[in-house]
């Protein structure tokens, strides 16, 4: 089981990013407040944090955590495409660095009743934010046979794609699809069980699944899109992705966008030491970009810069 309250890849966002007092910074996933807290306490002791998160709960969570910080953090129940428009309602032009740790955090995990991991008996819900939209259950029920297939194969990389969407069709029109176990139960009776895979092999369909339910690549490109309204003069998106799909779309869109300079020519990865400490910090990627000036040409993107 991964620890719960660890953020990952603190030491190396924080670089990247720079806090600084009179700085404005915003952490659109704020989980349970690890990247949160760093970003307070390098920037005091004026600068200001705009914390986003889906999930209410963490933002209950966060908030008495680092309530020693007073009003220099603003919490906003909101997903993180809704950016643009949460600034605009604090009256707030841009930014000075924003941070996003993508995917689904440990304690949502660990928590049976979310229904995101097959560790646990749960119903299939798998929403980010409990209070809206449909569960991983109701998507099913929606999706025909193919285009089952096609979401786990495009957003889980599952090459058996057909061969379980087959399963659990069967599963849910017999009335046998409502938990967690179950989901794996069908997954398993199309490609065999895990005794001899170190890998679960329902894990890539809980994956494709629960980015489907929550539009996790929907909302990324949104927030690539605004990047450069939202980020002021020199400001730094740092975004931490766990699995290709996400760290493919940051790769390209820091490459090609006029009003970007990347910050490292590769993903920032864990070291050996925090790879031991946290398991889940072990795919983690951390990329970040630099906002141009507003009052520089496009061809001052030169090289990449290392912080």
Not at 72 to 86: C, E, I, K, M, P
Not at 163 to 184: F, M, P, V
Request: with cysteine; hydrophobic share 40%.
């Amino acid at each position: 089981m991964f620890p719960a309250h660890q953020p990952v890849l603190v030491e190396e966002a924080m670089a990247m990013l720079n806090p600084r007092a009179e700085g404005c910074y915003a952490d659109l996933t704020l989980g349970r407040g690890g990247h949160a807290e760093q970003l307070l306490a390098q920037s005091a002791p004026s600068g200001r944090l705009i914390a986003l998160d889906r999930d209410a709960e963490a933002l209950d969570t966060s908030r008495a955590r680092l309530g020693r910080f007073g009003d220099r953090a603003t919490y906003v129940h909101a997903d993180f495409a809704s950016l643009q428009s949460v600034l605009e309602t604090l009256e707030v032009s841009a930014v000075d660095g924003l941070i996003a740790d993508l995917g689904v955090s440990s304690p949502q995990l660990d928590q049976p009743e979310r229904g995101f991991s097959f560790r646990h008996e749960g119903p299939l819900d798998m929403r980010m934010d409990p209070s809206k939209g449909e569960t991983a259950l109701e998507l099913i029920g929606r999706l025909s046979e193919p285009q089952l297939a096609d979401i786990l194969f495009s957003l889980g990389e599952e090459r058996r794609s057909r061969r379980i969407a087959k399963s659990i069709r069967r599963a849910y029109d017999a009335g046998e699809l409502h938990t967690t176990r179950d989901l794996q139960r069908a997954v398993r009776r199309a490609v065999g069980g895990s005794r001899h895979h170190r890998i679960d092999p329902s894990t890539r369909t809980f994956q494709a699944l629960r980015i489907a339910v929550n539009q996790e690549l929907e909302q990324l490109s949104a927030l690539l899109d605004m990047l450069a309204d939202v980020l002021a003069d020199d400001g730094v998106a740092a975004i931490i992705s766990f699995h290709s799909l996400e760290d493919r779309l940051v790769k390209r869109f820091f490459r090609d966008s006029e009003h970007l300079v990347p910050l490292t020519k590769k993903p920032i990865v864990a070291s050996e030491t925090e790879r031991q400490r946290n398991p889940r910090s072990r795919s983690a990627k951390l990329r970040a970009s630099r906002r141009l000036r507003r009052d520089r040409a496009t061809s001052d993107r030169g090289a990449t810069h290392e912080r």
